[in-house]
């Protein structure tokens, strides 16, 4: 599907649209929050369908088009995701033609990134590399993600990091064939906890430079770093996507970058079940959600740099669709 397919889509306006309501449990009670109606549509560039926890994924996709979801991306991680390329692709067309015909048309526009988490690479084989190669020929795959480097040790799952020198050949061998293959790239980079030196993201600078970035693009995925660190990417031709945590209260830092980033490199993501923005921060997040980061993040923006809230969601749309449905 070529991206005017996606510029069409359609979007329900304020004026029609019924608000989906997310209730949140407190210890003073529940407290219910409607999602915000935006005029621009919003596409979720990074979520994880096969990941919810109490979540059923055609229902996840019917809210997310009634909240303005108008496209998304998910993911396929032939290491980490406990099924073969086959059951994947399987299961993912099935979980599309039951939204079909339940009349969504967000249905028509989910695309897949195949690729291997930084936590896997120590396995990395020949095998999965072809496993890669073979999602590529699938219409529904439009590209490579989530690949990168996590130098943190993550506690709550007991997951070290894998060696550095590893991680980075494997984000290598990956993103040559996103090179050679002309097609776009999503990069999982995660410092290690003082996180002062960002040591991830300095080596998959060097990674970058020396590999290449894809003609059809690159993003920095969850981007959660200051300005200073964006804009090295930004020079290489990166764009940057920004989800729920960008909202928290102590993220400041997130938002001066995203009022500096430059429009035609802004997206915005989910990275659900992970995450959910504020004020509904603490639920199990889903694409629709990402109504309340867009709009906060496109409000707090306009109020530095006095652009149209609007014309920051529609641009962040529009780079989107270049992006995934070329």
């Known amino acids: ?26 210890k ?11 005029s621009a549509p919003l ?15 055609v229902e996840v996709l019917m809210r ?28 993912l067309r099935g979980w599309l033609d039951s939204a079909r015909a339940a009349g969504s048309t967000l249905a028509d526009r989910v695309r897949y990134l195949v690729g291997a988490h930084p936590y896997g690479a120590p396995d990395y ?3 999965t590399h072809a496993l890669l190669e073979e999602a590529l020929a699938d219409p529904l795959c439009a590209g490579i993600g989530e690949i990168g480097l996590d130098y943190h040790y993550d506690a709550d799952d007991d997951i070290a990091a894998a060696p550095h020198d590893v991680q980075m050949a494997v984000m290598a061998r990956q993103l040559a064939l996103a090179v050679a293959r002309d097609v776009p790239v999503e990069l999982h980079l995660r410092n290690d906890a003082d996180g002062e030196a ?32 964006m ?19 102590r993220n400041e830092h997130i938002r001066e970058a995203f009022a500096a980033c430059p429009r035609e490199r802004l997206l915005f ?9 504020e004020p509904i921060r603490g639920l199990e997040c889903e694409p629709a959600m990402i109504a309340f980061t867009a709009d906060a993040l496109a409000r707090d923006r306009a109020t530095r740099t006095g652009e149209d809230p609007d014309i920051i969601v529609r641009a962040a749309w529009d780079n989107a669709c270049r992006l995934f449905f070329r």
């Not at 003073?28 to 935006?38: E, I, M, N, S």
């Not at 997310?64 to 399987?90: C, H, I, N, Q, W």
């Not at 993201?201 to 959660?224: E, I, K, S």
């Open 1 to 26: 599907m070529g991206s005017s397919t996606a510029a069409n889509a359609a979007r329900p306006t304020a004026a029609c649209a019924t608000p989906l309501v997310f209730t949140k449990h407190t």
């Open 231 to 249: 804009e090295r990417f930004l020079e290489l031709g990166c764009h940057i996507a920004f989800g729920g945590a960008a909202t928290f209260k």
């Open 43 to 57: 596409f979720d560039t990074h979520a994880h369908l096969t990941c919810f926890w109490t979540k059923d994924p």
């Open 269 to 277: 993501e989910t990275d659900c079940p992970y995450m959910a923005p």
């Open 125 to 127: 084989t020949d095998a």
């Open 198 to 229: 960002r040591a991830a993201h300095a080596d998959a600078y060097r990674v970058l430079a020396q590999v290449g970035v894809p003609r059809a693009g690159c993003v920095l995925h969850c981007f959660g770093e200051d300005r200073a660190t």
């Open 28 to 38: 003073r009670g529940d407290k219910t929050y409607a999602a915000p109606v935006l």
């Open 64 to 91: 997310a088009e009634a909240a303005g979801v108008t496209a998304l991306v998910t993911l396929f991680d032939p290491l980490g995701d406990d099924m073969s390329l086959a059951a994947y692709r399987e299961q």
